[in-house]
């Protein structure tokens, strides 16, 4: 079964600055999809970038971007230019691309607290 | 378009009691799921469909049930609902699993059962 880890539980940033958050996942599956999900305090969970594993090329969403490490298994976000409106909880998420009974399903990390102080 | 709508936004319900979370999407998708999450903990999926009249269990399905009988709506229901149950729900849909479709997600419902 796949899993996702995000080692840090909190993390703060002054803003305009940039941070990084790490999340690792463990998989014998060749082709799946990576997302990092934002959620607020409003408790929207909001999509923030997403990588195919089969693309070499790192995924950029404006001030956001990823590492992709897939043999070190291995998908950091980073946050350029961090802006109080990027305070949130951050969640790292795993899709296959298997058809099956896991269809559609995403596994989740436990989330990062990213506070971004003025 | 008002996208993935979720009724209500938050209830309190007592042990054994029954409660249906509606879940809405005007969207057009063929897939719609249900996720809990749990304070310290990522979200977990419950049920999802791939079609209208098509549904099958997630992970942790236990105490719920669904039913899809048209392509927008996707109600879960709880018979009798538990404390284990209180939780954060969230409805989610992409047009094809498997594919590369992104899911969207609702805005939530917080259950609470006493």
């Known amino acids: 079964a796949q899993t996702v880890t995000q080692s840090q539980p909190e993390m703060s940033v002054q803003e305009a600055e940039t941070v990084t958050l790490s999340c690792t996942y463990d998989t014998s599956e060749s082709d799946y999809y990576l997302f990092w999900y934002k959620q607020p305090p409003s408790r929207q969970m909001i999509l923030v970038i997403r990588?195919?594993?089969?693309?070499?090329q790192n995924a950029t969403e404006n001030r956001f971007s990823v590492n992709f490490q897939k043999a070190a298994k291995s998908f950091s976000l980073k946050i350029s230019d961090s802006q109080l409106g990027d305070a949130a909880m951050y969640f790292c998420a795993y899709r296959s691309t298997n058809y099956g009974g896991s269809q559609g399903n995403l596994i989740f990390g436990k989330g990062t607290k990213l506070s971004v102080k003025p | 378009n008002a996208g993935v709508t979720q009724t209500p936004k938050f209830h309190i319900l007592k042990t054994g009691q029954s409660m249906t979370l509606q879940c809405a999407q005007d969207m057009n998708h063929g897939y719609l799921s249900w996720y809990r999450q749990d304070p310290g903990m990522g979200l977990r999926r419950i049920h999802y469909s791939v079609a209208a009249g098509i549904t099958d269990k997630g992970e942790v399905p236990d105490g719920y049930n669904v039913s899809r009988s048209n392509t927008e709506d996707f109600p879960l229901r709880l018979e009798s609902a538990a404390p284990s149950q209180t939780s954060v729900y969230f409805c989610?849909?992409?047009?094809?699993?498997?594919?590369?479709?992104?899911?969207?997600f609702g805005p939530g419902t917080r259950l609470l059962v006493l």
């Open positions: 989610a849909t992409s047009f094809v699993p498997g594919l590369q479709e992104t899911q969207y």
């Open positions: 990588q195919e594993a089969y693309k070499q």
